[in-house]
């Protein structure tokens, strides 16, 4: 890190910063890749902090503060078109989108780690160089991580077994009078620990075991992060090419590697499952419609985790220039996988029926940049605030949804947050 600070001050201290230059400065550093870079955000005093670590590829990226907002994808696109620069953020469940230009950004890919650091014009030049020198101190900042284990207390249950099962019912009941076809119910359940939990080391240890996922973070204050690590990509974007997914049916996942089989038997061959998974293509497909000129959708498969494994279908399609992750971001969130279809029918029904605001649950978070951009979405979530964690999970509904077979489900997709702090980890 002294390298990158180093290679960073030397920029700046040769920058002339002129007064009211509209445009922004982006000092780039690189060294070889170091190890996880969450001691480095856990060191860090400056938010909002962000941290993606995607699914698919070795590449990381963890960031703090903040030069530029946008309030929504739209102009977070403009500004990213103009400047080729990165932005970082997403929209909550309920589309309210928040982008911004960070102050400093760590990118770490196999080898290589970029530090880079943004400086606005518009600013006053003396506090933008200030801020500059500030940003580059705090690459020498660093704290080990800790254990998370401890013991927990339920708190606060927005639905008990009983009532989740009144509102599986409800939902069932609906969808036979043709209200709707699907709609994906959730929970939030709120925990209580003995000490105060740090996002960061919650993090690591999600990293360690729920491999095959997103993991991402966002604080935008110390008070509340937003952490967690979902298999679900809501699509990634190469210039024109878009690659996104159906993600939808479960079943559980154990120790048991026969049992495993049996269950995956089970849920490759299982109708209901199947059709949840395929209103999520259908809703993917007829929404993409408009803005692809060809559309793939794979053979069905699965995507096994720890706790869960589900049925996947990929979906890879070419866009209509000018290919634009805005007109992506409307047009296909929030996926039948975690709202329901038709999507407003669904909606109308989640609001007359949960009692707690999603938030960012169930949103989608990602960077954007000209050429690539990625989002995932923000299921296997948990809001930490000191030593209080609520940790969300949700469960398609269809024709033929069982409640206490629904309500196994959602358990079980909560577990995979929930049993970093009470067992034993490998
Ligand atoms: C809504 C969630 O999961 C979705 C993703 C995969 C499988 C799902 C299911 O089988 O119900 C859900 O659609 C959640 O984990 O909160
Ligand atoms: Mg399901």
């Given at each position: 890190m002294e390298q990158l600070q180093h290679a960073l001050s030397e920029q700046v201290k040769t920058h002339p910063f002129t007064p009211q230059s509209p445009t922004i400065t982006a000092f780039r550093a690189e060294m070889p890749a170091v190890g996880s870079l969450l001691p480095w955000l856990k060191g860090q005093t400056m938010f909002p902090q962000y941290y993606l670590n995607f699914r698919d590829s070795a590449r990381c990226i963890a960031a703090i503060g903040k030069v530029r907002s946008f309030s929504s994808e739209i102009s977070a696109q403009e500004f990213v078109r103009q400047t080729d620069l990165l932005v970082v953020g997403g929209l909550t469940f309920d589309k309210r989108a928040t982008f911004w230009l960070p102050r400093m950004v760590l990118e770490q890919t196999d080898n290589k780690l970029y530090a880079t650091l943004y400086a606005d014009g518009a600013q006053n030049p003396q506090s933008e160089r200030q801020a500059a020198l500030d940003a580059i101190?705090?690459?020498s900042n660093s704290t080990a991580l800790s254990p998370v284990r401890q013991p927990l207390r339920i708190d606060t249950q927005k639905a008990d077994e009983n009532r989740w099962c009144a509102w599986v019912k409800k939902a069932v009941d609906a969808i036979e009078?043709?209200?709707?076809?699907?709609?994906v119910l959730a929970n939030e359940t709120g925990f209580v620990a003995s000490n105060p939990i740090d996002g960061k080391d919650f993090l690591a240890e999600s990293e360690k075991q729920n491999t095959g996922c997103?993991?991402?973070?966002?604080?935008?204050?110390?008070?509340?992060?937003?952490v967690g690590s979902t298999p679900e990509r809501l699509f990634a974007r190469h210039n024109g090419s878009i690659q996104t997914e159906a993600l939808a049916g479960t079943a559980a996942m154990s120790e048991d590697p026969i049992q495993n089989q049996r269950e995956a038997a089970w849920l490759l061959s299982d109708p209901k499952n199947d059709n949840e998974n395929l209103l999520v293509v259908q809703d993917i497909c007829d929404n993409l419609a408009n803005y692809v000129r060809r559309l793939d959708v794979g053979e069905v498969g699965l995507k096994q985790l720890?706790?869960?494994?589900?049925?996947?279908?990929?979906?890879?399609?070419?866009l209509k220039p000018p290919f634009s992750d805005a007109a992506c971001l409307q047009a296909i969130h929030p996926t039948a996988a975690v709202s329901g279809l038709p999507q407003k029918k669904a909606l109308d029904f989640l609001k007359n029926t949960e009692n707690f605001d999603r938030t960012w649950y169930a949103g989608t978070l990602g960077v954007m940049t000209k050429n690539h951009s990625e989002f995932c979405v923000t299921i296997r979530s948990a809001f930490i605030e000191s030593n209080k964690i609520r940790v969300f999970a949700g469960a398609g509904i269809v024709a033929g949804s069982v409640p206490l077979l629904e309500w196994r489900e959602i358990e079980r997709k909560a577990s995979g947050l929930l049993?970093?702090?009470?067992?034993?980890?490998?």
């Amino acid at each position: 890190m002294e390298q990158l600070q180093h290679a960073l001050s030397e920029q700046v201290k040769t920058h002339p910063f002129t007064p009211q230059s509209p445009t922004i400065t982006a000092f780039r550093a690189e060294m070889p890749a170091v190890g996880s870079l969450l001691p480095w955000l856990k060191g860090q005093t400056m938010f909002p902090q962000y941290y993606l670590n995607f699914r698919d590829s070795a590449r990381c990226i963890a960031a703090i503060g903040k030069v530029r907002s946008f309030s929504s994808e739209i102009s977070a696109q403009e500004f990213v078109r103009q400047t080729d620069l990165l932005v970082v953020g997403g929209l909550t469940f309920d589309k309210r989108a928040t982008f911004w230009l960070p102050r400093m950004v760590l990118e770490q890919t196999d080898n290589k780690l970029y530090a880079t650091l943004y400086a606005d014009g518009a600013q006053n030049p003396q506090s933008e160089r200030q801020a500059a020198l500030d940003a580059i101190k705090t690459l020498s900042n660093s704290t080990a991580l800790s254990p998370v284990r401890q013991p927990l207390r339920i708190d606060t249950q927005k639905a008990d077994e009983n009532r989740w099962c009144a509102w599986v019912k409800k939902a069932v009941d609906a969808i036979e009078r043709g209200d709707f076809t699907k709609v994906v119910l959730a929970n939030e359940t709120g925990f209580v620990a003995s000490n105060p939990i740090d996002g960061k080391d919650f993090l690591a240890e999600s990293e360690k075991q729920n491999t095959g996922c997103y993991h991402f973070l966002y604080a935008e204050n110390p008070q509340r992060t937003f952490v967690g690590s979902t298999p679900e990509r809501l699509f990634a974007r190469h210039n024109g090419s878009i690659q996104t997914e159906a993600l939808a049916g479960t079943a559980a996942m154990s120790e048991d590697p026969i049992q495993n089989q049996r269950e995956a038997a089970w849920l490759l061959s299982d109708p209901k499952n199947d059709n949840e998974n395929l209103l999520v293509v259908q809703d993917i497909c007829d929404n993409l419609a408009n803005y692809v000129r060809r559309l793939d959708v794979g053979e069905v498969g699965l995507k096994q985790l720890r706790r869960v494994q589900h049925l996947r279908r990929r979906i890879q399609a070419e866009l209509k220039p000018p290919f634009s992750d805005a007109a992506c971001l409307q047009a296909i969130h929030p996926t039948a996988a975690v709202s329901g279809l038709p999507q407003k029918k669904a909606l109308d029904f989640l609001k007359n029926t949960e009692n707690f605001d999603r938030t960012w649950y169930a949103g989608t978070l990602g960077v954007m940049t000209k050429n690539h951009s990625e989002f995932c979405v923000t299921i296997r979530s948990a809001f930490i605030e000191s030593n209080k964690i609520r940790v969300f999970a949700g469960a398609g509904i269809v024709a033929g949804s069982v409640p206490l077979l629904e309500w196994r489900e959602i358990e079980r997709k909560a577990s995979g947050l929930l049993t970093l702090l009470t067992h034993h980890g490998e």
